[in-house]
């Protein structure tokens, strides 16, 4: 082979190699990975436009927020995303969980259960969800255990969908995720009356 072809080849390689760098770095770019810079450490990428915690913290400053996602007695109120120690009663009973990379507490009250989850610190505390049988909570469109379906679908007209895979029992979910994430609330009914209401941040899945 003489030198012309030799260099004309080699020429044609490193010309082929750089398309296809360049079309591999704009896959991944578009994709929200950005694979620039050092490689040699971290190859996880750094996500572009990953939804801020500024999002997720505003949900507590939210008027509707604090409305939808709360459960209200006579004497205490348990609100996802709130502190634990907004929820003013001792527990009768409590199971710690670390599992999926999580720090959870399970509290069992004698009229509600709620599942709170440790900060990144391991200190505080924050309800992530809760649950009641008793018909001593309400949401705070007035719907409580022992409602009928009919009431239910009153105070809830839109955005209230039934989960038809629950053959155990009749099930209707509050959801609007392009408002409130993967907070949602949870109707379970027997014979078309409410026997328990659970409200969660369905987050980890």
């Known amino acids: 082979m003489s030198k012309v072809r030799v260099f004309i080849l080699i020429v044609v390689t490193i010309v082929i190699f750089g398309l296809g ?22 190859i996880s990428g750094e996500i572009i436009n990953e939804p801020s915690g500024e ?14 996602f ?29 599992s999926d990379g999580f720090h959870w507490i399970d509290y069992t009250y004698d ?9 990144g610190e391991d200190i505080k505390q924050y309800i992530h969800a809760m649950e009641t049988k008793s018909s001593d909570y309400e949401t705070t469109r007035k719907i409580k255990v022992g409602d009928t379906l009919e009431t239910l ?4 007209p839109e955005d209230l969908n039934q ?8 099930e209707y979910v509050y959801y609007l995720p392009e408002k409130y994430g993967f907070n949602r609330i949870f109707f379970f009914l027997k014979d078309n009356v409410i026997t328990r209401i659970r409200i969660e ?5």
């Open 55 to 68: 999002f997720i913290d505003n949900w507590l400053h939210d008027e509707d927020f604090m409305k939808e």
């Open 201 to 205: 941040n369905g987050i980890d899945g």
């Open 163 to 170: 989960n038809e895979w629950n053959t155990e029992e009749t």
């Open 21 to 42: 760098m360049f079309a591999f770095r704009n896959i991944n770019t578009n994709n929200g990975i950005d694979f620039s810079g050092d490689l040699s450490g971290d």
């Open 111 to 119: 009229d509600i259960e709620i599942t709170a989850m440790f900060d």
């Open 70 to 98: 709360t459960l209200i007695s006579s004497e205490n109120k348990a609100t996802i995303g709130a502190e634990l120690t907004t929820f003013k009663k001792e527990p009768i009973s409590q199971k710690e969980d670390r």
């Open 153 to 156: 679908k009153a105070a809830y």
